[in-house]
């Protein structure tokens, strides 16, 4: 499993793999019941601490990504149909108003947003 790991943001390590995990799951590139790579394996390729990848495991479980079987591994969460596209709705929500305030901030005028907006759903179609 592809993870990529950066200092230049100063999000902490641990946040950036339960982003990318959890990008993977609502993209559908890791599917329901997947197998994880172990807590140890994880923090090996990414040469970072162990608590550190327990940590990010201890995040997705308790968000309901991901379920721990004890004496087996982790593994993605056999989410119903329905929490997931929950989940991605609310996720577009939050990115969506992170913009809004971001072009608030920037002083664009609400026909400028509107332009866009429709702009980016013609490559959308």
């Known amino acids: 499993m592809e993870i990529l790991i950066t200092n230049r943001d100063g999000t902490p390590i641990y946040e950036q793999i339960v982003k990318q995990i959890k990008d993977k799951i609502l993209e559908g590139s890791l599917q329901s019941g997947e197998a994880l790579p172990s807590i140890r ?13 327990k940590r990010a495991y201890e995040e997705l479980q ?40 971001l072009a608030k901030l920037g002083g ?10 429709k702009v980016l759903l013609e490559d959308y179609e």
């Open 41 to 53: 394996e994880l923090a090996k390729e990414l040469r970072i601490s162990v608590i550190t990848t």
């Open 62 to 101: 308790k968000d309901g990504f991901i379920e721990t079987v004890p004496g087996k591994g982790s593994f993605v969460h056999s989410q119903n149909s329905l929490l997931l596209e929950e989940t991605k709705r609310r996720f577009v929500e939050d990115k969506l108003s992170e913009a809004f305030h």
């Open 108 to 117: 664009l005028k609400r026909f400028e947003i509107d332009e866009i907006i």
